[in-house]
């Protein structure tokens, strides 16, 4: 690792920081990868996110394909358009391959390593010494904000930050070296961000690198030759760049064109709009201690006392990291790095000074600027998250710190003091240093000796009066030691570059730097790392088994959050065992749906009206506690499982038929008929003629996700209404001829049927989704192939 290693031994340096990655993620992780009967906790994973990556699982292997209709979710839902998890994302493979609780857990592991791996990338791109790209992989490896939301089981937000560094690394590359095979990478790498479906992240992402392209064609592109034209030197970059970013979206098509095509279908809460909305889950500016002091206003559930409802993460940076990026934004003010390294040092402490104050929400103008200037800002909340970039800009920062001490070092062993900032200079401390380092090292002087005090001061300074939350015994405890690894890591980081930039410690001292610099992230990033019995987490129990054994294809189930001592399951849960519930949680709602249920929450929606119910064909009712004067079918900690009465067939032949021409007469209509079967309300639509009332039955004999399957008996022609969720989607077809299908009590499916038996089936199509398949596959062969062809074209010899 030191500086002036030959060509030789500086390629070796990879493979000892790969393997010491490694070592430290299955060390991490040991309690989950040696215990096969193990899953990874996340509070949101296991109560949402598994469920409907078991459907998709579950559709996949028995040979349906990928599934477009989710039956499981209030009442049916299209299912790749309300981004139901990483679906199409590259270690989604490892869910056909392994038990998916342990797949998912597999992910969580995977990405950990790669953390230190792109990280280790990022710094080798922008030309800093192995030594020093060492520096950014392990300040991003373990780093709290990524790191900390396993405990959520945040899986796609996880990995959308895992590809920053990658992503800004090919960009990087790509604007250097002027050669389009890193922008194709790129664009594999925006993709993967899009199909991690964490949509919020991945356009923070997109915005640093967005905001890395702008400074790269304002201060980095040569002047062009005399004679030449100036904008010549910017056609290329502006292509490049642009032709990346569509290749991205056209390769995760499948993905975001479904999105895109179902956004007219549906509605979100009406508190989910406006400015209020997108600067929720802000990061409160008092919290910015945390990203050296974690447990100074706590973080999980019983130690965090701040203004946020609920925390499940830590922005904790990390001692080392940080101390080493002062020594950076240090450099960029001296000689220690070239001119080139101080205009991207300058960029990353600019741009990351900007993120945190974009973070910091409605606090300061610059997220209210970017909510009215950049597009899609109104539909996204949580301006946090945009400290996934400034994480990786604090690492690559910290490279530079490191990269300066070797200058530094690689200058005194040439005998050249003046590249050392001269000998005056290079006495006393840089002012950057003092500056930002020193407040630092106060507040964590303070936190060791006195941590209640500092605790008390921040209460009574930075919050309002009477505020009712304070620190915890325990958290004042991990404060006094947040304190100490503070000072210590500090010190460490300073000396070591110190002592290496003057002879006086070896280069390989880093080694101990960097070890000290993981231990700190490890003592913090452990706190969110839960293992549990798969068994005890996933299980179905007698509530569960009594439905497999009771409830037949097309009935549904209620599990509403009724008030009591015991919880209900979760809207999502029950999806897991492929149960369709009338409700669910989910970010949107169908149109039709969302007006059956009054534009309220669904649960108060069924609660309030009983023919929505029965409208769903709910047939049977889950509730935290027992009922009085009704048996219950089944219960399990404290659930019980309650049959309703069946007073509305699947599908059935109403006995008269009501014409309305507009929605919102249709919507009042149907909740004002107290039985359906007697007075059914159809939509009327202009040159669609009138159906009739008929008279039959039927059965259900197929029911998938994609395709409904009814054998029809028609005493009378007429139309036959059936409890499925209505889309434009859902084509019908009569004995293999195709029908038009009606939208009956505003939410529900009819077609006319003739005297008779047929055959009557539902099939979900969706020509967005086939199209941007092939749309998808054309455009990676045509990616791979112009990488293919870039190699080959290269001189032999080049740098790889």
Known sequence: MDASAPARGRDYTV???????????????????????????????LFEGISLRRFYVDEILAGRGVPLWVPHVYGGMPFVAILPGPIFYPSTILYFLLPLHRAIGWTFVLHTFLNGAFGYFLGRSFRLRPASAAV?????????????????????????MTLIPLALGLLNRGLERNEFRWF????????????????????????????????????????????????RAYVRPFAWFALANVAAVLIAAPQFFPTLTVLEHVTRAAGERGYEFAASWALPPQELTAFVLPDLIGSLPGSYWGQNPIKLHTEYLGAVPVALAILGLSAGFGRAL???????????AGAGALGVLFALGAATPVHRIAYTLLPMMSSLRAPSMMLGPVTAFVALLAAYGWESALNRRAAREAGSEDGTEGTAAARRPPWPVLLVGGPILLLGAAAMLNPQGLANFAR???????????ASAVSIDALRLNGLFLLAGFGLAWGAAWGVARHRFATWTLVGVLAFGIMDLWRVDVRYLRVQEADAALAADPVIEALYENAEPGE???????????????????????????????????????????????????????????????????TPGAQEGVESIAEAGGRHLYELPAELPYAYFPAGLEMVDD????????LEVSDPARLTIVEGRAGGGTPAAGQGSASLVRHEPD?????????????????????????????????????????????????????????????????????SLLTIVGLAASILISLRRRPRGSEA
């Open 707 to 775: 395709r409904v399957v009814l054998e029809v008996e028609a005493e009378r022609a007429g139309l036959l209404a059936v409890s499925e969720i209505h889309h434009e989607r859902w084509k019908a077809f009569l004995d293999g001829e195709e029908a038009a299908v009606w939208r009956v009590n505003t939410a529900f499916r009819g077609v006319e049927v003739p005297a008779g038996r047929h055959e009557l089936t539902f099939e979900y199509r969706s020509p967005p989704f086939s199209l941007s398949v092939w749309i």
């Open 15 to 45: 493979w000892w920081f790969l393997g010491g990655a490694a070592l430290v993620t299955v060390l991490f992780y040991r309690d989950f990868i040696f215990h096969p009967e193990r899953l990874l906790y996340g509070s949101d994973m």
């Open 136 to 160: 950014c992989g392990a300040s991003f490896l373990l780093a709290g904000y990524v790191t900390s939301h396993l405990f959520g089981g945040q899986d796609g937000r996880m990995f959308t």
């Open 184 to 231: 194709a990478g790129l664009a594999f790498v925006i993709a993967a961000q899009t199909f991690s479906a964490h949509v919020q992240m991945m356009y923070f992402s997109c915005l640093a690198l967005a905001a890395f392209f702008l400074f790269h064609v304002a201060f980095r592109i040569p002047r062009p030759a005399s004679g030449e034209a100036p904008w």
């Open 556 to 622: 549904r189930v209620w599990a509403p959050g009724l008030a009591g001592p015991t919880p209900n399951y979760r809207p999502n849960e029950l999806a897991y065992y492929g149960v369709s519930s009338a409700s669910g949680l989910q970010k949107f709602l169908l149109r039709p749906y969302a007006r059956l249920v009054g534009g309220i929450t669904p649960d108060e929606g069924l609660l309030r009206n009983p023919i929505v119910r029965e409208l769903l064909n709910v047939r049977y009712l889950i």
């Open 460 to 470: 009574l300074s930075w919050y309002p009066d009477g505020w009712p939350r304070q």
């Open 663 to 670: 929605t919102a007469t249709a919507v009042a209509r149907t």
């Open 338 to 348: 070239d001119r080139e390294q101080r205009r991207i040092v300058w960029f990353l």
